[in-house]
Structures are given as structure tokens and as C-alpha cells.
């Protein structure tokens, strides 16, 4: 979500989970937002920062993943730490994670 902080625009993403743990993502914009004026200044305006938001995304959710992957095999060591074993339907996610699985009827 792009968001003003003090005329500074930032795009910000925010992790919560039920243990005590939060951590948010945000770059800061240096591209202004136009007015709603239609003017040639302001589309050059509006195309200099949705170009500039477009760039930032793909890094934004990039950072994600590598905070959530992270999260994820910390949570498998204290899983496996307490003796706790995947159960075979979170085996096969595991195993087939980032992959599309069609069933096959049979």
C-alpha cells in the first residue's frame, strides 16, 4: 500500500503472526503524486510514479519471500526441536511447493 508520511510517499507491507512477531517492508517513493489536474505536467507526473511503483513491487514481494521462507524453516526446526513430525499432507505441500499439482482422476 503506498501511503503519505509527512508528503513523502512509502510503499508499505505489513507481517503479523500470533506469536509475538511483526515486521514491516517499506521503500520510500521519490516520485510525487499529481494532482487530479489534467494536465501534460501532471500525466508526467502520474507515469514518473506508477513506473517508480511498478520497479518497487516485484522488490517488495521479493523481500517477503525471503522473510516468509526464512520464517518457515525456523518454524521447522522448533517443530522438529519438540519432536514434532510434518504430517503427510504438509510433506507433500512441501515437497510440491512452488510447483502446480493437477490431481488425476482415477
Not at 505489513?14 to 487530479?36: C, D, H, K, N, V
Amino acid at each position: 500500500m503506498a501511503s503519505t508520511n509527512s508528503s513523502q510517499q512509502v510503499l508499505r507491507a505489513g507481517y503479523e503472526s500470533p506469536q509475538p512477531s511483526t515486521r514491516t517492508f517499506e521503500y520510500q517513493l521519490s516520485s510525487p503524486i499529481a494532482s487530479s489536474n489534467p494536465s501534460a505536467e501532471n500525466t508526467k507526473l502520474k507515469v514518473a510514479y506508477l513506473s517508480e511503483l511498478r520497479s518497487l513491487v516485484p522488490k517488495l514481494q521479493d523481500e517477503i519471500n525471503v522473510f516468509l521462507t526464512e520464517r518457515m524453516e525456523e518454524d521447522k526446526k522448533e517443530a522438529e526441536a519438540q519432536g514434532r513430525q510434518l504430517s503427510a499432507k504438509e510433506a507433500k505441500e512441501e515437497e510440491n511447493y512452488g510447483e502446480e499439482v493437477v490431481e488425476e482422476d482415477t
